[in-house]
């Protein structure tokens, strides 16, 4: 298995503009999240999927970001409009289950100018 | 809500030294806990996991011990090598998500 997927790896944009982030779980993952690193914060939870359903999107910052999970090993985040504080790394991270070891992908940095 | 700390912040060692990690976390309840390597620039790789049920996890030159009740875990790196230099994170997990500490900076001179 080639692991968490994420694109792209690497974004830079200019205010306001959208900005959409993709992951690819691992096969057979029923739970997939997303988390943002920043140097000020470190790693923070944004939204938790469990089989396809948001359960848990309590760490979301505004309601310029939302989160779409369309089948069993794909997911987006979106960022509308997008403005420079959100730049950051941002991780798609997937598990067995909600209590198994999570596997991380190699992140997409995204510059917001 | 659950607070993990990392100490120290940093670490330089020369190689071949045995080293150890700590992590501290606040609340005892935790499904989890597991410690993860970030190379500058890069994504997290998983090392180890604990479940709350175990005392400790070994995987090739390193070791993992939690005392869940004192809410401490240790992360032992024996005959360290320049290859281990990265930056190692600790994480619990008391539902699903992970709560992360800030990480311990690891190099390790030739």
Known sequence: DAGVIQSPRHEVTEMGQEVTLRCKLISGHNSLFWYRQTMMRGLELLIYFNNNVPIDDSGMPEDRFSAKMPNASFSTLKIQPSEPRDSAVYFCASSLDSHNEQFFGPGTRLTVL | ?110
């Open chain 2, 1 to 110: 809500k659950q607070e993990v700390t990392q100490i120290p912040a940093a670490l330089s060692v020369p190689e071949g030294e045995n080293l150890v990690l700590n992590c501290s976390f606040t609340d005892s309840a935790i499904y989890n806990l597991q410690w993860f390597r970030q190379d500058p620039g890069k994504g997290l790789t998983s090392l180890l996991l604990i479940q709350s049920s175990q005392r400790e996890q070994t995987s090739g030159r390193l070791n993992a011990s939690l005392d869940k009740s004192s809410g401490r875990s240790t992360l032992y790196i024996a005959a360290s090598q320049p290859g281990d230099s990265a930056t190692y994170l600790c994480a619990v997990s008391p539902l699903y998500a992970l709560n992360f500490g800030k990480g311990t900076s690891l190099l390790v001179t030739p």
